[in-house]
């Protein structure tokens, strides 16, 4: 099956063992949940979305990464998505669109963001320490000439354009989200970022703004939920929890836009490509306890609602929410959990907001392989007020709030200010807010 995993990587196991939790917000946020929508709701739910996932997860398991849609930039940028990738992309929650930059562009791109990290790397700071690849830089010019490079822009608004919105309080302009880069060496084994789901842990269950997104799910209809529903998304707090690991601001994507080749066990990034289904089993599970056969484990019938003790798999407050084999059993995670394919230097890779993903942990090709991580983010009434400040911040030669970084990028040597920037993209960076 293309795209499989051949030996599963060492990443951690969220058991009974490491994910129980005696703090209060745990336990408050569990409690008014089973208040709101009652266990016979909670019980429902948890049984029809372990049925929808047992064929979801044959037909993922029948097409490994040959589910993930593959669009070309040329298409989409100029007719939009077809509804046939609509559909595709609606139900795996992600996509590639090749060729985004031209690949002498980005080759070229790349060379200079090299250069940049080689002529700070003094200042700049990094992760993980021991092996640095993920750089805490954000205001760089190769970041920027990506960030605003029409075509990245043009692709950013189709991509928002997928989510809808009644409220009239929205919109799919699109707004720069400043996150870091990377790239990452050859031959460094990296497990730090196992299966997982951005934009917060906690939260999802904790915030009552950011309950409602999942409503349908908790009231016993799983098959009723709605996962590109921005008027709602749209007031969803996720970092009431604050910390690095958690976005303050709604990105409908994340994305990376590949600046050298990558390929499966060369740097690249796994995909779990199902997002509806998975995100409402990932807020189910902390409900359920697993049966003691081990026999009857994909039996949901078998699992017993549990509503007094407290474990919520693979949530830690200031980390993104993870996920395992052993503790969410009915994702098939081996089997599932798959490769996107070859990218090019200039291709992108897109997955929704809630979409369960991985770093390669292995990095067996011969060249540093590195992505801007670059995402689409709507205009909303919240994220209109953090990206003001975040403009506010960098020119001011502050790193942005999110980051928590202490660096002052104008210092850095080769920094470029924003004086080129074309009015569109003077617009997606705030200038107008
Ligand atoms: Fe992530």
């Known amino acids: 099956m293309p795209g499989q995993i051949q030996k599963w990587p060492a990443w951690p196991e969220y058991n009974a063992e490491n994910g129980t939790s005696e703090d209060q917000d745990f336990i408050n946020a569990k409690e008014a949940i089973i208040q709101e929508f009652g266990p016979e709701n909670l019980q429902r739910a948890w049984i029809q979305v372990c049925k929808d996932l047992s064929s979801i997860t044959d037909e993922i398991v029948r097409k490994g990464n040959e589910i993930i849609p593959i669009c070309y930039a040329e298409e989409v940028l100029e007719n939009g998505f077809s509804s046939g990738d609509v559909e595709r992309i609606k139900k795996t929650g992600c996509l590639i669109v090749r060729g985004v930059l031209p690949r002498t562009e980005a080759e070229k791109l790349y060379l200079q963001l090299h250069r940049y990290i080689l002529d700070n790397q003094d200042t700049l700071t990094s992760w993980p320490v021991e092996t640095p690849s993920m750089y805490d830089l954000y205001d760089s010019p190769v970041q920027n000439a990506i960030r605003s490079h029409p075509r990245h822009l043009k692709l950013q608004r189709v991509l928002n354009g997928l989510w809808h919105d009644k409220s009239g309080e929205t919109s799919s302009d699109p707004l720069i989200y400043y996150d870091g880069v990377r790239d990452r060496p050859p031959n460094q084994v990296f497990l730090g970022l196992g299966p997982h789901i951005d934009a917060g842990s906690l939260s999802r269950w904790a915030a009552p703004t950011y309950r409602k997104v999942y409503e349908a799910i908790f009231s016993g209809h799983p098959e009723d939920h709605?996962?590109?529903?921005?008027?709602?998304?749209?007031?969803?707090?996720?970092?009431l929890f604050k910390a690095p690991a958690h976005s303050s601001v709604f990105r409908a994507f994340q994305g990376w836009t590949a600046l050298t080749p990558s390929k499966a066990r060369e740097g690249s990034i796994l995909l779990y490509p199902n997002v509806a289904a998975t995100m409402a089993y990932m807020l189910l599970r902390p409900f359920f306890n697993p049966p003691e056969d081990e026999a009857d484990i994909m039996d949901a019938s078998k699992w017993k609602f549990d509503e007094s003790s407290c474990h919520f798999p693979g949530t830690e407050k200031d980390l993104s929410q993870f996920l395992s084999r052993s503790s969410h059993p009915h994702l098939r995670f081996e089997e599932c959990m798959v490769y996107v394919p070859e990218i090019q230097p200039g291709d992108t890779v897109w997955w929704h907001s809630d979409l369960c993903h991985a770093v390669d942990p292995e990095h067996e090709g011969t060249q540093n392989a590195s992505v801007a991580f670059i995402a689409a983010v709507p205009t909303t009434p919240m994220t209109?007020?953090?990206?003001?400040?975040?403009?506010?911040?960098?020119?001011?030669?502050?790193?942005?709030?999110?980051?928590?970084?202490?660096?002052?990028?104008?210092?850095?040597?080769?920094?470029k200010s924003h004086e080129n920037f074309s009015e569109e993209a003077r617009r997606a960076f705030g200038y107008y807010l």
């Open 226 to 239: 709605d996962a590109w529903d921005l008027g709602v998304r749209k007031d969803a707090v996720q970092d």
């Open 384 to 415: 209109k007020v953090y990206i003001k400040q975040q403009l506010a911040d960098v020119l001011a030669g502050l790193q942005p709030s999110d980051t928590q970084g202490r660096v002052n990028e104008t210092l850095l040597k080769g920094y």
